[in-house]
């Protein structure tokens, strides 16, 4: 029954509460007296007979009833199946099991209390062993004479299965299944911390904390449920740790503490690894700040224990997650992350709100498409640097994207607003394209994919036969193009040849890019060499001005962000193509942008903040591909600059869509905005994360190696490869006995070096790369004057 499980790669969807704590503002009320005071878990067909492991926070208020878990059961053919998790009036723990015949193994010396919020977990090994906890205490174990027999009947949680009229007085937190007989050091290392998700072993993790509505979501997505009509939500008297300490090296932290209907006379800290100074700062009889001075250069995470006091002489304890960086960008990106997670994070529809008020209340409730590919890129950058702590959350988002996604007329693409059956703006497709691109650069996930191929072909089916694109339906057969709709689609045509090899989408990538790049057409200026915002193709000229809809239109002046996507996309033509002349295009116009918008300290003066993420990102692709460390430099000055001036009261960045006041060169540390907006967050948030991951992972500079035609391709088996794996390499032809070998990761990065490799007679080498790191490589091999390279996916 509850045994071992498949859990597929697929499952990365991540659930919105990350933050490592025991405290739960709600937990679920199971009422003897109600009918329907039970939640139906269905039947779990993944499970084989096996190890598993039960574990819940448990708080008895009578001994009505007893049940935890069960999926007991009893027919003629097999006699007693299944288990029923449950208590006795005695507050003894039991365990029975099915083997054909009823076992039982039960606790002694009344362990469990009435009024009293404690832990419980059994554990059923595959040798038969059975073992019962109370609080991380092994109080209880015996040996059944034989394995237990799978049911195949519902499993119920607070009442029986096949014995009703059993059901739990009392409330349940936090429960969990595993898939591995747990040891008590296990259960007693998470207990009290709130688990990701996604660890070794987990089948199943209800919070049971959700307080409103009848859905009971899974942590690990697999189980999601809902609750029987006779339970109720209700207020746990625990303490609710409002996030994480975050700290960089030394520096004051703070965070809110507070317990629901209780009133707390001492604060306290009962254990601490941590070196630093711990004080309570009181705010009312509920609620406090802890503070924390850190006194520490050595990067770790650890939590701290402690205890709220209450008037009648109870103790209420929690934990505490301190996150301590060595890396300021990741520090200041991860922090501002968790805080728009907080307060814009829609649980109701797993999106992001379009901007908060003074009291962070939704302005309103989902925000357009726009920022919602910043935020996507946000928490891809995010997870680059940390995994486990985004991942779900990255995923998630993902899939919730789908939302904005619209078909009409046989035509789809995604909308301005969720649902949103009006317009589809071109330039909105494209702003996805990045994201689309980048989580599948890391993770070579299937949904990313397919997502990417729905934004291009919905940009590229409209293009003109002059590959114009317009900014959305309502402006096509007008001859216009929009340099946000042509340039991200261009940059998504080479991706996607990156990714799947066929040439049609290569020759749409140079199509576009040529169109674009053409002085003649206008939409570059050829003394700047920035991009203008349209172009006209009127009355057989290109021109700045039009007609669209019987109106005059103005397409010129500059933005960033029209001219980085068209940096990144010439690197990435370079790359494709080896042509130098790409790669100049790309020096040319960043060295305009940075002529135009960049002062050494003063931060970026693009007209508004939503310019400043894709500067930051073509400023990081010029440095992973060059290795000029000017390029660093300054996406690492600019953002020193927003983290010590452009930063409010409230912990926020720049989000006006006014010019005036949504610059990332404006001093903002005394200003405490009414409105917040999400997209000028994420759009800070992704950049702080990008420079952290080229801080942490410097491009390490190599002697260019001459090629005087395009790059010549290698074959390597397997491909996808399992990461530890010896790969096969086969090149064109032979000219050399030996080769070198260099294996870079995707930023550019040295990451081993083969030197002085035999070639077999066939021209084959085999190595072993010490990656264990699933992700995107390239392998460079060099054997006389030739040079060869491509592409290997480890997973």
């Not at 300490?245 to 629901?260: E, Q, T, W």
């Not at 007609?547 to 239109?553: D, E, I, P, S």
Request: hydrophobic letters at 35%.
């Amino acid at each position: 029954m509850i045994r071992s499980v498949f859990i597929g790669i697929a499952t990365l969807v991540f659930i919105l509460c990350a933050v490592h704590s025991k405290a739960q503002s709600y937990v679920l009320k199971f009422n003897t007296n109600e009918p329907e005071s039970y939640i139906d878990c269905g039947n779990f067909d993944e499970y084989v007979s096996g190890d598993f492991t039960i574990e819940t926070r448990i708080y008895i208020d009578s001994w009505a009833g007893n049940y935890i878990l069960a999926d007991e059961s009893w027919n003629a053919a097999s006699g007693s199946v299944g288990f029923a998790f449950r208590f006795n009036s005695n507050g003894n723990v039991e365990v029975n099991v099915g083997t054909g015949e009823w076992e039982a193994v039960t606790t002694t010396g009344n362990q469990l209390e009435t009024g009293k919020w404690q832990h419980v977990a059994v554990s059923v090994s595959t040798n038969n062993e059975v073992k019962i906890f109370v609080d991380g205490i092994l109080v209880g174990n015996g040996t059944l004479s034989k394995p237990m027999i799978a049911s195949g009947t519902h499993v119920f949680m607070g009442e029986g299965s096949e014995w009703k009229n059993r059901r739990l007085d009392g409330k349940l937190s936090d429960f969990r299944v595993w898939n591995t007989a747990r040891t008590a050091e296990e259960i007693n290392l998470n207990k009290s911390i709130q688990l990701n998700g996604n660890e070794d072993g987990l089948v199943a993790n209800w919070l049971l904390n959700e307080g409103q509505g009848d859905s009971i979501m899974d942590l690990t997505s697999q189980h999601n449920l809902k609750r029987g009509a006779g339970t109720e939500w209700t207020q746990k008297d625990n303490i609710l740790v409002n996030g994480s300490l975050k700290i960089l090296d030394s520096g004051k932290d703070s965070v809110l503490l507070s317990v629901a209907g209780e009133v707390i006379t001492d604060w306290s800290v009962t254990e601490t690894k941590i070196p630093g100074e711990f004080s309570f700062r009181k705010v009312d009889d509920q609620s406090a700040y802890l503070v924390y001075t850190a006194e520490t250069s050595n990067y770790q995470n650890d939590t701290i224990s402690i205890k709220g006091t209450t008037a009648n002489a109870n103790d209420i304890e929690a934990l505490v997650p301190v996150d301590l960086y060595d890396n300021k960008y990741q520090y200041f990106g991860e922090r501002l992350l968790d805080q728009i997670h907080h307060e814009f994070y829609n649980k109701s529809n797993g999106l992001y709100a379009e901007a908060i008020d003074e009291s962070s209340n939704f302005k309103q409730a989902s925000s357009f498409v726009w920022p919602a590919s910043h935020m996507l890129r946000a928490l891809t950058n995010a997870w680059k640097l940390n995994p486990e702590k985004y991942e779900r959350l990255l995923f998630n988002y993902l899939w919730a994207i789908d939302t904005y996604k619209v078909t009409t007329a046989g035509r789809t693409g995604y909308a301005v607003l969720p649902g949103n059956t009006g317009n589809r703006f071109y330039d909105d497709n494209g702003q996805l394209m990045m994201p689309f691109s980048m989580i599948y650069d890391q993770a070579q996930d299937a949904t990313a994919l397919e997502n990417l191929k729905v934004a291009y072909e919905f940009n590229n089916e409209i293009r003109d036969s002059r590959y114009a694109i317009p900014q959305h339906e309502d402006q096509l057969g007008f001859g216009m193009l929009f340099s946000m709709s042509v340039n991200y689609t261009s940059y998504a045509a080479a991706k996607l040849y990156q990714y799947t090899d066929e040439t049609r989408y290569l020759n749409e990538a140079l199509t576009y890019y040529e169109l674009e790049n053409d002085f003649s057409v206008k939409i570059k200026d050829s003394n700047t060499k920035l991009f203008n915002q349209a172009s006209y193709y009127q009355n057989g000229s290109w021109s700045l001005n039009g007609t669209v809809n019987g109106n005059q239109a103005w397409g010129g002046g500059y933005r960033a962000y029209q001219t980085t996507v068209v940096i990144q996309n010439a690197i990435l033509l370079y790359q494709l193509t080896n042509e130098q002349r790409y790669l100049d295009d790309a020096h040319e116009m960043m060295n305009s942008c940075i002529d135009r918008w960049y002062k050494p300290g003063q931060g970026l003066s693009e007209i508004s903040f939503w310019g400043g993420d894709d500067m930051i990102d073509a400023l990081l692709d010029m440095y992973r591909e060059t290795a000029e460390d000017r390029f660093y430099n300054i996406a690492a000055d600019i953002m020193d600059f927003l983290s010590a001036y452009n930063r409010d009261k409230r912990g926020y960045y720049a989000s006006s869509y006014n010019d005036v006041d949504g610059k990332w060169n404006l001093n903002r540390i005394n200003e405490n905005p009414s409105d917040i907006g999400m997209m000028g967050q994420a759009a800070a948030a992704s950049s702080f994360l990008n420079v952290a991951y080229s801080t942490l992972n410097p491009v390490t500079d190599v002697d260019e190696i001459e090629i005087s035609e395009k790059r010549q391709m290698l074959t390597i088996f397997p491909n996808p490869v399992l990461a530890g794996e010896e790969i096969s390499i086969h090149l064109p032809e032979k000219t050399e006995n030996e080769c070198d070998l260099y294996l870079y990761n995707q930023a550019g990065q040295l990451m081993q070096t083969f030197k002085s490799k035999d070639l077999s007679d066939s021209g084959q080498i085999s190595v072993l790369p010490e990656i264990r790191t699933p992700g995107i490589y390239f392998i460079r091999v060099i054997t006389g004057n030739k040079s060869y390279q491509a592409k290997v996916i480890m997973y």
